[in-house]
């Protein structure tokens, strides 16, 4: 009697759940699987940062691999043509014109030589790399940002416009530059705490923030307005991405029982998310990763090695698990390759390069579609992302939106952009922005606005010795003129 009532609460359960779907349902990225590079076409010997701050300490795109790497005195990264696989010499070139470690390194999506580096000396630089990769230091960047009064942990480039460049700091600021100008133009101003992360929507029209205090917001980046805002009481969020243009968001967070889990939300309405999905009950943080083309989602553990992906859909139960990567070997943090510098031949939808501290070792992982078919899978790639950018940053100041100007990676996808990055001519000593100058005498209030003070006294003394060198060597060269002149033949 008591079985028959069991399977009639489960039927009428069964019944009410008109959107339950069985377990497996027929994907093409089933199977996909992730395939480690064998061990000359790792990057070895690389002195990995051991900073603790929760970033990935790596930036990568279709040719140069970038890594912030321990260093005394200051900050430096690794700029490392791809196809120089294999152990790294200890005296290979270093960016280290930063006077405090690196915290974050993005390359520009339009032009594949210029990458932008923040750090606890509380500026931004944006470097440009030579053909072929670094043959000695480079201590000069072609621009040095200042703006923020603490150190800048975060930066990020705008999806769809040249030159404009997000940063946030410890000030609790994002602030936005043109790059055309070397300037700030917009800052955001609505966070109470330190940004633990940024993501833009597909034609980069709104931006999502995680933050300290416990909020995920959706803002509209030029007027710094706040359109939705959730306070995560039960799930707290560390990290967002847009998933692409499906009007969602994904957070990655820790629940109230300290268990890693993950929230799914609509970008209109974050009053309460749509799912809330424990993952595990280990304690490092979850990276998310979303390929748009693919709709998977990628979750990898910091201080693990397991990266679980999932397939996203529009209907419930949106979230479909497919697999797990897994290697006893932890990540630190993870770079990922652009779609135009995937492997096409191979089936290869994504590609990771994964950080060992403990091996001084860069690991690629490709994840691959197997078909056994030798020719191009227009169905595993769409028309994706390019590299031409769709607007430039007065057209995006002034209010337009455009979506990413889309290439075919079947024909010729290794095209190169034509944009060249042309430094703005700086003189100004004053930044304002929103009618605040960010650079006024403000007194020191930490020991980083201290360092950062001293610092820049440092730069501005020796600026001042070399003109007053200058000077004397020139008063120098008058006074002999004039001695030459008194002694010239005319004069006698």
């Known amino acids: 009697m008591r079985d028959l009532h069991k399977s009639n609460v489960l039927g009428s359960k069964h019944g009410s759940l008109m959107s ?11 199977n996909v699987y992730g395939k480690v590079a064998s061990r000359e076409h790792c990057f070895d010997g690389v002195p990995i940062t051991k900073n603790v701050h929760d970033n990935h300490f790596c930036a990568v795109n279709a040719r140069f691999l970038a890594i912030v790497t321990e260093s005394a ?21 270093k960016v280290c014109g930063h006077q405090g470690n690196v915290l974050d390194i993005k390359w520009n999506p339009f032009i594949e030589n ?3 580096s923040c750090s606890e000396d509380t500026t931004v630089r944006i470097w440009e790399i030579p053909e072929g990769g670094l043959k000695r230091n480079m ?35 994002v602030l936005i530059w043109n790059l055309d100008i070397g300037e700030p133009v917009k800052m955001i101003d609505c966070h109470t705490d330190v940004i633990l992360c940024m993501s833009f929507n597909t034609d980069g029209s709104l931006l999502a923030t995680t933050c300290k205090d416990k909020k995920l917001r959706v803002v509209e980046p030029r007027s710094g307005r706040v359109l939705q805002e959730a306070s995560c009481k039960n799930h707290r969020v560390n990290r967002v ?43 490092g943080l979850l990276f998310p990763f979303y390929d748009a083309d693919t709709h998977m989602l990628y ?5 693990d090695g397991n990266i679980r992906y999932y397939e996203i859909g529009s209907e419930k139960p949106y979230l479909s698990y497919l697999m797990e990567f897994r290697s006893p070997a932890p990540q630190k943090g993870l770079g990922v390759m652009p779609k135009h510098g995937l492997d096409v031949s191979a089936c290869e939808v994504f590609r990771f390069y994964k950080l060992i501290t403990l091996k001084g070792l860069i690991e690629p992982i490709s994840m691959i579609v197997p078909r056994r078919s030798e020719t191009y899978q227009e169905d595993i790639y769409p028309m994706t992302p390019g590299t031409e950018p769709a607007l430039t940053p007065d057209e995006w100041l002034s209010g337009m ?26 003189e100004k000593k004053s930044v304002v922005v929103n009618g605040i100058d960010l650079l006024e005498n403000v007194p020191p209030r930490t020991e980083n606005e201290l360092l950062r003070v001293f610092f820049r006294q440092q730069d501005e003394i020796r600026r001042l010795k070399d003109e007053l060198s200058q000077k004397d060597i020139r008063i120098r060269q ?15």
Do not use: C
């Not at 979750?299 to 201080?303: E, F, N, R, S, T």
């Not at 095209?415 to 042309?422: E, G, H």
């Not at 008058?478 to 006698?492: A, D, G, I």
């Open 401 to 426: 939106n455009r979506d990413p100007i889309l290439m075919s990676l079947k024909e010729g996808y290794k095209r190169t952009s034509k944009i060249v990055f042309k430094a703005p001519a700086r």
């Open 478 to 492: 008058l006074q002999l003129e004039l001695k030459n002149l008194r002694n010239s033949p005319k004069n006698n």
């Open 299 to 303: 979750l990898a553990g910091k201080g």
């Open 139 to 173: 201590t000069e960047a072609v621009l040095e940002l200042y703006g923020h009064s603490r150190r800048v942990g975060l930066v990020e480039w705008h999806p769809t416009t040249n030159n404009i460049l997000f940063s946030a700091g410890y000030d609790y600021k």
């Open 73 to 93: 005195g200051g900050g430096s990264f690794l700029v490392i043509p791809l196809e120089q696989t294999g152990r790294i010499e200890p005296n290979y070139p």
């Open 114 to 116: 210029i990458i932008a």
């Open 20 to 30: 339950w779907r069985p377990q497996y349902r027929s994907s093409k990225f089933r």
């Open 241 to 283: 991405v847009f998933l692409g243009s499906t009007k969602r968001l994904l957070t990655t967070g820790v629940s109230r029982w300290n268990t890693r889990q993950i929230a799914l939300w609509d970008q209109e309405d974050l009053s309460m998310p749509l799912i809330e999905e424990e993952i595990d009950g280990l304690s």
